[in-house]
């Protein structure tokens, strides 16, 4: 069983920053990659940024310059630090996380989300 849990979502002003964190916990071998899901209402789950175990990263076109993801492979956690944050990054963000096991199987796991709003 592996649990993934988001935390640090919020309410921020046009231009302010938030700082999402993920941890996953549980019978874990090794995490493969771990990434940062976004969706509006209405609108369709999107990739937001991805960060590999050996820590090279992919950032959606619409946050590169103002988003940057990371992870803590000694804590299993990913973060998500976003900055000059716009109404349009309004959404729930979902965590997902690839999970490697000893017969190198993959899995995927998400959590449940955080609200994420910009405004005034």
């Known amino acids: 069983q592996v649990h993934v849990v988001e935390s640090g979502g919020g309410l921020v002003q046009p231009g302010g920053s938030l700082r999402l964190s993920c941890a996953a916990s549980g019978s874990i071998f090794s995490i493969n990659a771990m990434g940062w899901y976004r969706q509006a209402p209405g609108k369709e789950r999107e990739l937001v940024a991805l960060?590999?175990?050996?820590?090279?990263?992919n950032h959606a076109d619409s946050v590169k310059g103002r988003f940057g993801i990371s992870r803590d492979n000694a804590k299993n956690t990913v973060y998500l630090q976003m900055n000059s944050l716009k109404p349009e990054d309004t959404a729930v963000y979902y965590c997902n996380v690839a999970i490697k096991y000893s017969d190198n199987t993959v899995s995927y796991y998400w959590g449940q989300g955080t609200q994420v709003t910009v405004s005034s």
């Open positions: 960060i590999t175990s050996g820590g090279s990263t």
